[in-house]
T-cell receptor
């Protein structure tokens, strides 16, 4: 079974803090994605990566950065957390050949910024 | 206007009822997914469709490409079906994935 693991289920941070959300997948997938999910808006793509050290902006990259130093790990970074970044964050991965057709999701990290 | 619209947003049913969740989209697609998100956040893929109909146990998914519409049906619903169901499309032009806002289903015993 494919496993996508997000390091934290719940996080509470203060405004201005630097926040790291970690995601690890164990299926040697080339593609990895970070989404945020907000009520009424569905999932929105923040960043994705199709290879080590490669990254592409999604629909809402502002206020976020990412790091992909190893194939299995994709980190989402909030350089200076703000209250409007309170959300559910979901990581996903897929094989390169499938593009975004079959993505495997992690359990999500619910981040609260106070 | 969102490219993917789901209805209803919230749905409450009694155990045993037949459930239908609808998804309409406004872009050309290469495939459509139905996803299930359990309380706590984890998402699993139920179906991927590009035409016709698929069935898995009590779940049935249909798609009408001409009408740009898909439905997810649950027969003999059960409280364990309670979850958020999300429609997602793969846009044909650029392979981007777009998500509906989700339908929160609660099945009461």
């Amino acid at each position: 079974d494919v496993k996508v693991t997000q390091s934290s289920r719940y996080l509470v941070k203060r405004t201005g803090e630097k926040v790291f959300l970690e995601c690890v997948q164990d299926m040697d997938h080339e593609n990895m994605f970070w989404y945020r999910q907000d009520p009424g808006l569905g999932l929105r793509l923040i960043y994705f990566s199709y290879d080590v050290k490669m990254k592409e902006k999604g629909d809402i990259p502002e206020g976020y950065s990412v790091s992909r130093e190893k194939k299995e790990r994709f980190s989402l970074i909030l350089e200076s957390a703000s209250t409007n970044q309170t959300s559910m964050y979901l990581c996903a991965s897929s094989f390169l050949g499938q593009g975004r057709n079959i993505q495997y999701f992690g359990a999500g990290t619910r981040l609260s910024v106070l | 206007k969102n490219e993917v619209e789901q209805s209803p947003q919230n749905l409450t049913a009694q155990e045993g009822e037949f459930i239908t969740i609808n998804c309409s989209y406004s872009v050309g697609i290469s495939a459509l997914h139905w996803l299930q998100q359990h309380p706590g956040g984890g998402i699993v893929s139920l179906f991927m469709l590009s035409s016709g109909k698929k069935k898995h146990g009590r779940l049935i998914a249909t798609i009408n490409i001409q009408e740009k519409h898909s439905s997810l049906h649950i027969t003999a619903s059960h409280p364990r079906d309670s979850a958020v169901y999300i429609c997602a499309v793969i846009k044909g032009e650029d392979n981007d994935m777009r998500f509906g806002a989700g339908t929160r289903l609660t099945v009461k015993p």
